[in-house]
């Protein structure tokens, strides 16, 4: 998304980094797991090998690769071109900053990296609800990548499906949020500690 955000750091090889890496099928859309990888020749060279049946040096990381997944990244990328995918950015951002905002009046602990699609919160208690909306959990916390498919609809079900599951979890002296203010930073959790 970076490259698509006017404030955001330029990413290039002229900087100390090593690599970047890039999810083809996140963003992008493709409809395989995929990803690409961007490294220096140095590094390149530490793992590639000649590899005889081929009569050719392979420089894959796992000596094999889909055939089909740079087709598709190929065409989605010329199909969308630069404005699309700028477009897709700026309603991803402003679909993740909705989402944060909804959950801070709420009363729920949130977080929005500037420069993200990520959204992170409080942990929900209820297992199947996390599945039913598959997000990814780390302890106290879970989070949501705000993808160009999400859609302002989507998001208000959600909400309204957690607060009224979270009026459940904590309601009348059934405890309190757990505070994320080691995850997520104090001005960002709303346990009884930080309100």
């Known amino acids: ?25 996140k963003f992008v859309g493709c409809p395989m797991p995929c990803g690409v990888q961007i490294t220096r020749m140095e590094h390149i060279n530490a793992l590639s090998r000649n590899v005889e049946y081929l009569a050719s ?25 630069y404005k699309g995918f700028q477009k897709e950015v700026q309603k991803c951002l402003r679909n993740a900053h909705y989402l944060k905002d909804c959950l801070r009046q709420a009363g729920i602990s949130a977080m ?20 039913r909306w598959q997000l990814a959990c780390e302890g106290n916390i879970a989070h949501v990548v705000v993808m160009p498919n999400v859609t302002i609809e989507m998001l208000d079900v ?3 499906e957690l607060i009224e599951k979270r009026s459940v979890w904590y309601g009348e002296g059934s405890g309190e949020p757990p505070c994320v203010a080691r995850e997520i930073g104090g001005e960002n959790c709303w346990c009884g500690l930080h309100k």
């Open 1 to 25: 998304m970076m490259p698509f955000v006017k404030r955001a750091p330029k990413v290039s090889f002229k900087k100390p980094i090593g690599s970047v890496s890039v999810s083809g099928h």
């Open 57 to 81: 040096r392979d420089a894959t990381i796992m000596g094999s690769r889909n055939g089909h997944a740079p087709i598709f990244l190929w065409y989605t990328l010329n199909k969308k071109g």
């Open 112 to 131: 929005l990296n500037e420069l993200s699609s990520t959204v992170v919160f409080e942990r929900p208690l209820d297992e199947e609800f996390v599945r």
């Open 158 to 160: 959600f909400l309204n």
